[in-house]
């Protein structure tokens, strides 16, 4: 009796095996490769990388905080068409509190002063991009009165700035702080 054995070709079933090892291998470090990338890009705005005061930043996402803010005082002076003021000058420092790279603006206003001819409207819109942890400097100066005002009454005393940082990206509100001032004659 004669036993056959069946003949395999040894160096092809060896590459047949390899390949499909190596192929199976090689997708799987793809996939691996893929959801890593996309971890990079899908993370969401409200998870916390580091605290805002270590070494670069604080938050994905948006974030900015203004950390100081000072206003100068702002004089009357009588003219010929009525009393004109000023120009009121306002410097602060703003942090970037984001793990990212932002582009920021500051509305200053005065919502509760209702003298509308005697009152801060203006904006400042630094042209530095604001890296990650940095702090920043900012002036501005704006005048309160667009026209000569006929009176000083409603204009001489107190008033209160309200500076809003914003997102260059969408407008969106970063920080609100406020900051006094007086008008003399």
Same mark, same amino acid.
């Given at each position: ?7 395999f070709d ?8 390899s390949?499909?090892?190596v ?14 990338m996309?971890?990079?890009?899908v ?7 580091a605290s ?14 203004i950390t100081?803010? $000072?206003? *100068? +005082?702002v004089?009357?002076? #009588? ?12 410097? =602060?420092?703003?942090?970037n ?7 920021y ?5 005065e ?5 509308t ?14 890296? $990650?942890? *940095? +702090?920043?400097?900012?002036s #501005? ?6 026209t ?5 009454? =409603? ?5 209160t700035?309200?500076a ?11 920080s ?10």
């Amino acid at each position: 009796m004669t036993i056959q054995t069946p003949e395999f070709d040894v160096d092809q079933t060896v590459d047949t095996i390899s390949t499909r090892t190596v192929s199976k291998t090689s997708r799987m470090v793809l996939v691996a490769l893929f959801a890593a990338m996309l971890s990079l890009f899908v993370v969401p705005a409200t998870t916390s990388f580091a605290s805002d005061g270590g070494g670069g930043g604080g938050v994905a996402g948006k974030c900015g905080t203004i950390t100081s803010i $000072s206003a *100068s +005082s702002v004089k009357l002076t #009588a003219t010929d068409g009525g009393y004109t003021a000023s120009s009121l000058q306002i410097r =602060g420092q703003v942090k970037n509190c984001s793990i990212y790279l932002q582009r920021y603006w500051i509305d200053f206003s005065e919502p509760t002063n209702t003298n509308t001819n005697c009152k801060a409207a203006f904006s400042v819109f630094p042209s530095t991009v604001w890296s $990650s942890g *940095s +702090s920043q400097s900012f002036s #501005a100066s704006g005048n309160i009165t667009k026209t000569p005002v006929a009176t000083a009454e =409603g204009c001489v005393g107190a008033h209160t700035v309200k500076a809003v940082l914003r997102s260059r990206t969408d407008g969106s509100v970063l920080s609100t702080v406020s900051v006094n001032y007086t008008v003399s004659l």
